[in-house]
């Protein structure tokens, strides 16, 4: 952390910045491990297959998959809100898996705010404080102390239902760590808000995170946001983990086409036949620098360059422009090589952008070929 915020948290005594990563590992009560955790609504519906995931003491952590993949239901068992039909589930060395949620050092930040429209944010602010008994005084001084933290500090005598979304937002998860909790739990919190807010309070969320060093376990199905925020990602579908690791290690290396598929990668190919590392494809023979035992190749769209005209080389491969999406800083195209379609991500600066129906060379370096498996 840098002496500039540390010094800005310094002056708020009851928040606590964490110095290094020795300090933030030291926080044993907001670890979790769970094990074998299985859940099932009804007869037919699996929510949970068997989850054993590990996340670290002050880790940025999340649960990233589509609808219905079993990410909200493992976010609502940490919080207590439902019961497991078999597993454990441990937080700080702790089995609370039959914990209720108020004997539990966790809290939740919801898509809708779950805000008291009529109260106003102080009493927003100050109402879990209040269900603990603490004094009036005490109450105030710690709802100012984190209002002024999380920068509400001009709005605390005003009503909730007069303050913007992002406004509300930000009391949301004002109200969540007002109570100090050891685990911080974000049901896709940002969803509901437009995409400039978004990303500004992405930042935020962030920052606010690694000020605290308090773990924090986030629920999305956006990629680009689960990349942006995460110290990992645990991809999650049909109830079962498919990958866990750092956002780039998943969206490099996925371990399987759902994973790459849904990090955004559609240049996936079968690989029809293998010599070595010499790959055959329906794009045609290419060299991997580490070809694995996997049958589909995958070849990220930012990796690739374009070269005007037919240029002959190893790896390289003739195409036609298709499609050109000029985005700005970089221009998207469908490229088609025969009866198969390739796209290419290409940054703007500098370049001669082909043109559709242009003829290209595609080079395809052997280190960004990843095999996996279906």
């Known amino acids: 952390m840098s002496e500039t915020m540390t010094a800005e948290i310094a002056d708020h005594p009851g928040i606590r910045p964490v110095a290094d990563e020795q300090d933030r590992a030291s926080r044993k009560a907001s670890s979790i491990e769970m094990q074998g955790l ?18 670290r003491a002050g880790e940025f952590f999340t649960l990233l ?17 439902e019961e497991p039909d078999d597993g454990t589930l441990v937080v700080g060395g702790k089995n609370v898996t039959e914990v209720p949620p108020h004997q539990r050092s966790v809290n ?20 879990g404080l209040k269900m603990r008994g603490l004094p009036a005084a005490e109450r105030n001084a710690k709802v100012d102390e984190i209002a002024e933290f999380i920068k509400l500090g001009d709005l605390v005598e005003r009503r909730v239902d007069q303050l913007s979304g992002g406004q509300r937002q930000r009391i949301a998860l004002a109200r969540a760590l007002v109570c100090e909790p050891d685990v911080l739990l974000l049901d896709e919190p940002l969803s509901a808000l437009d995409a400039g807010l978004r990303s500004q309070l992405q930042v935020e969320l962030l920052r606010v995170q690694k000020r605290l060093g308090m773990t924090f376990v986030f629920v999305t199905h956006d990629q680009d946001e689960a990349m942006v925020m995460s110290d990992r990602i645990a991809v999650l579908n049909g109830g079962n983990i498919q990958q ?20 955004g990668h559609d240049n996936l190919y079968p690989i029809s036949a293998r010599q070595g590392d010499r790959l055959t494809t329906s794009l045609g023979e290419l060299t991997a620098e580490d070809a694995g035992a996997g049958d589909l190749l995958l070849i990220r769209p930012e990796t690739l360059d374009l070269l005007p005209g037919e240029v002959a080389g190893d790896n390289h491969l003739t195409a036609t422009v298709g499609e050109r999406l000029y985005r700005g800083s970089h221009a998207e195209f469908r490229l088609e090589i025969g009866d198969t379609t390739l796209q290419a991500t290409v940054n703007n600066r500098g370049r001669h952008l082909p043109e559709v129906g242009e003829t290209v060379t595609v080079v395809v370096a052997p280190e960004d070929l990843v095999t996996l498996s279906e």
């Open 65 to 81: 998959g589509p609808s219905g993949c079993g990410k909200t239901t493992l976010l609502r068992i940490l919080a207590g809100l």
């Open 108 to 127: 939740t930040v919801f898509q809708s705010y779950a805000l008291f429209p009529h109260l106003s944010v102080r009493d927003n602010l100050a109402f």
């Open 244 to 263: 866990v690791g750092a956002p780039r290690e998943v969206y490099e290396r996925p371990l399987n086409a759902f994973v790459a598929r849904f990090m």
């Open 38 to 55: 299985h859940k099932r609504f009804g007869r037919d519906t699996v929510a949970l297959d068997g989850v054993d995931l590990d996340i």
